[in-house]
């Protein structure tokens, strides 16, 4: 068990800082909005702390903020469920040069509407993947069970994988064209 009181501030301030982008990112992929990131990000740490008697050290800790930060997004995507954005804010505003802006905003838009026709569990998979997680992370974030992450994330490649070689014919067939 953590051992915190009311006054270690330390822990508290040392954990937010820690884990505050990826519980950010995390409901980001979700919900694709800034302000509902920004007000869970709080919600989960507040809950977070209030249960931390429970938690057996810092790296349970981690495990425990990102499966409440998943089913509070979860549950707010589910809320905005009519609220589809198809520019959404990014995360990081600051941009490498103007030469890049076009090519990385429909790059951008094009995997968004790919990420869009997956399952929101599908989806959640592969992020935390490409986000460096390993499949027993995975596995307990969204709480399935290891085999059936690793069936899905394979399913999951391979779907997006034909719809990505889809669209690459596809302009092929354009440029043939023209």
């Known amino acids: 068990m953590l051992k915190v009181d009311n ?24 919900l694709k909005n800034k302000e509902d990131c920004e007000e869970i990000a709080q919600d989960a740490f507040r ?17 425990y903020i990102l499966k409440i930060t ?8 589910k809320e905005n469920k009519n609220r589809h954005n198809l520019f959404p804010t990014p995360i990081n505003d600051e941009i490498s ?9 429909f790059e951008d838009i094009y995997i968004t509407q790919i990420l869009e026709e997956l399952s929101i569990i599908d989806k959640e998979l592969i992020l935390l ?7 027993r992370e995975i596995a307990k974030i969204l709480g399935i069970s ?6 899905k994330l394979h399913r999951t490649r391979k779907i997006l994988w034909d719809k990505m070689e889809g669209a690459v014919i596809n302009e092929a067939r354009e440029e043939q064209s023209v």
């Open 7 to 30: 006054g270690n501030e330390d822990l508290y301030q040392y954990l937010y800082d820690k884990y505050y982008r990826l519980v950010y990112t995390t409901s980001y992929r979700i």
């Open 47 to 63: 809950i977070g702390f209030k249960n931390m008697n429970r938690i057996k050290d810092t790296d349970h800790f981690r495990n």
């Open 70 to 77: 998943y089913n509070m997004a979860i549950t707010k995507a």
């Open 97 to 105: 040069s103007d030469k890049d802006i076009i090519g990385e905003a």
């Open 129 to 135: 993947h490409s986000q460096g997680y390993k499949l």
């Open 146 to 151: 290891l085999p059936y992450a690793k069936v």
